[in-house]
C-alpha cells in the first residue's frame, strides 16, 4: 500500500530537479530520517549541498532556496548551517559546502551509518560522494560495550552532581536545563540495557517506541516542572535509576565502579549508600 505524500515530498522532488540542473552543484545527500526511511509528515529536510570551491561564493542561499519553494525564514544557526523555513511550514537545515570539503566526511566513520547509497545520495554528478560515503553504509554501530556504558556512568555522575550543586544554589532554570544532560546518559544507559541503541544521537527520539514501558515510566517519573520540590524529586529519582543501571552495566561488562563516590553523593540525598 502506497504512503501518502508527505509535505515535504514535493520539495525533494523539487531540491532533486534544482540539483540536476544546476552545473555549480557537484553532490548532494540526505543525513536526517529521510535516509533511514523513518520520515514522516512532521519531519524536517536535513541536506548536506557541495558546490564547486569557485562557484560557492557566489550562491545566493536564500534565491537558491527558494526555487525549491518560497522562503518564509532563512537564518545561520548556532552550528553555521542555514535554516530554512519554507511556506509549507517544513523546515529544512541545509548545509552550503564547498566540494573540496566533501573528503571530510570521512571522518565520521566511527560515529554514524546510513542504510543505504540509495537512500543518502540526492545528487553525484562524478560519483566521488559515493565513494567517500561506501564505508559509512550499513548497519548502525554498535554501543552495547564497555567504553560506552564506562563513559555514560561517568558522565551521569559528573552531570548529576552539577545539576543538584546548581539546585542546592536556588538557580532552578539552570537545573532545569543541566537535568536534560542527565537525561541523556540515562537514556543511553536504558538503551544498552535493552538493546535499543539506533536512536543513539539523539535518544529521545521514538523513545515511545523503543524502550520498554517500565522504562518510560521510570523516565517520566524523572522530569520536571521548573518547580524546586519537583526538581529535587526528579533529581533523586534520576539518581536512584542511574546508579541501579550503572551497577547493572558495571556487572555485565565487569566496569570498576567508583563506589566511595557513589556512597558519598547518595548521602547528600539521605538515599543509603549505593550498592
Known amino acids: 500500500m502506497k504512503r501518502l505524500l508527505f509535505p515535504h515530498d514535493q520539495l525533494i522532488a523539487r531540491l532533486e530537479q534544482i540539483c540536476r540542473q544546476d552545473e555549480r552543484l557537484l ?38 532556496l ?22 509549507n511550514l517544513v523546515r529544512g537545515e541545509f548545509h552550503f559546502d564547498p566540494a573540496s570539503k566533501m573528503s571530510e566526511l570521512a571522518q565520521y566513520r566511527d560515529q554514524v551509518r546510513f542504510p543505504s547509497i540509495e537512500s543518502t545520495i540526492i545528487v553525484d554528478k562524478n560519483g566521488r560522494l559515493a565513494k567517500i560515503l561506501r564505508p559509512l553504509i550499513g548497519q548502525p554501530l554498535t554501543h552495547e560495550t564497555a567504553a560506552e556504558a564506562q563513559y555514560l556512568g ?11 550543586n546548581v539546585l542546592s544554589r536556588g538557580e532552578y532554570a ?11 546518559n540515562l537514556l543511553r544507559m ?20 523503543d524502550v520498554s514501558p517500565d ?19 526528579a533529581y533523586w529519582t534520576c539518581w536512584l535509576w542511574g546508579t541501579e543501571m550503572m551497577v547493572a552495566l558495571g556487572q555485565e561488562y565487569d566496569l570498576v565502579l567508583p563506589t566511595k563516590l557513589l556512597r558519598r553523593i547518595s548521602d547528600l540525598g539521605d538515599l543509603g549508600p549505593a550498592d
Open 27 to 64: 553532490a548532494a545527500m540526505h543525513y536526517g530520517s529521510h535516509t533511514r526511511g523513518e520520515a514522516d509528515q512532521y519531519s524536517d529536510l536535513d541536506i548536506m549541498l557541495f558546490f564547486s570551491d569557485e562557484a560557492l561564493g557566489d550562491i545566493n542561499q536564500r534565491a537558491w
Open 66 to 87: 527558494s526555487q525549491i519553494a518560497p522562503v518564509e525564514l532563512l537564518y545561520v544557526n548556532e552550528f553555521g548551517n542555514s535554516v530554512a523555513i519554507f511556506n
Open 154 to 164: 561517568d558522565s551521569f555522575l559528573n552531570w548529576f552532581l552539577f545539576g543538584f
Open 174 to 184: 539552570r537545573a532545569l536545563e543541566i537535568l536534560v544532560l542527565v537525561h541523556d
Open 190 to 209: 536504558v538503551r544498552i540495557e535493552e538493546g535499543q541503541t539506533e536512536h543513539w544521537i539523539t535518544p529521545t527520539k521514538a523513545l515511545e517506541q
Open 215 to 233: 522504562a518510560y515510566r521510570r523516565f517520566r517519573a524523572c522530569t520536571a516542572a521548573l518547580e524546586p520540590a519537583a526538581l529535587n524529586s
